[in-house]
């Protein structure tokens, strides 16, 4: 072995060399280190993300929740206006036609119909369905007698969409569709909710900060 300073041999051994005392441990070293780097196999772009992911530290950031809401009853104005109408032209023929009192029974039997079962369903979508946002999470529970949970993680979500009726623009309210890769919703229809546009922007907004955090660029599908 040559002493990389003067050129003098020394032994293999040496820890300094004998003639200008340049230090040879260190170097020889930093030589086997960097030969076992070069001869490490190099990672996958797959086992690269892999060990990424696994470094994230999800749980120093606290889950907070960000939304919380169901199904709003100004979504039903579209029904309350048609059993309106259908109640004003009951009372017109009535009115017009109808002379016997078992006939007003009959009118009014028909005309409490559609109220009731428009109160019915009402009842039921306020009762079978909510919805959790959290910085992390988007959570929605489904039925009344048997309650189903699903989680999407918000980093999972590719796309928010919302639409809205004429009659849903009056009072603002819509339904919000979220595609995702989630395999048992890949896409999620919200309806009848209340100030749809500022949720759907929340959700976007908490789905592309909580990406940015990750430091993961997911391309959509």
């Not at 009726?165 to 309806?191: C, N, Q, W, Y």
Request: aromatic share 8%; net charge neutral; proline share 3%.
């Amino acid at each position: 072995m040559l002493c990389p300073a003067c050129g003098v041999e020394v032994v293999e051994a040496a820890i300094f060399c004998h003639k200008c005392g340049h230090q040879l441990a260190k170097q020889d070293s930093q030589t086997d280190q960097i030969s076992a780097d070069s001869t490490a196999p190099a990672l996958k772009p797959a086992e690269k993300f892999k060990e990424a992911a696994a470094k994230l530290s999800v749980g120093d950031e606290p889950e907070e929740e960000l939304w919380r809401g169901g199904y709003s009853p100004k979504a039903m104005i579209e029904a309350w206006c048609l059993s309106g109408l259908i109640s004003i032209g009951l009372l017109i023929i009535g009115f017009l036609w109808v002379r016997q009192a078992w006939y007003w029974v009959i009118l009014l039997l028909a005309m409490l119909i559609p109220w009731i079962y428009n109160l019915a369903k009402l009842i039921y979508r306020r009762l079978s369905v909510r919805y959790l946002l959290t910085n992390q999470r988007f959570i929605h529970e489904s039925g009344i007698l048997r309650r189903v949970t699903d989680r999407i993680e918000v980093i999972d979500m590719d796309d928010i969409t919302f639409e809205q009726k004429i009659f849903e623009r009056m009072v603002g309210v819509g339904t919000i569709k979220i595609a995702s890769s989630d395999r048992t919703h890949p896409e999620l229809i919200l309806s009848g909710i209340e100030n749809v546009g500022y949720v759907s922007g929340l959700i976007d907004d908490t789905r592309r900060a909580e990406r940015r955090r990750r430091g993961l660029h997911i391309e959509s599908i």
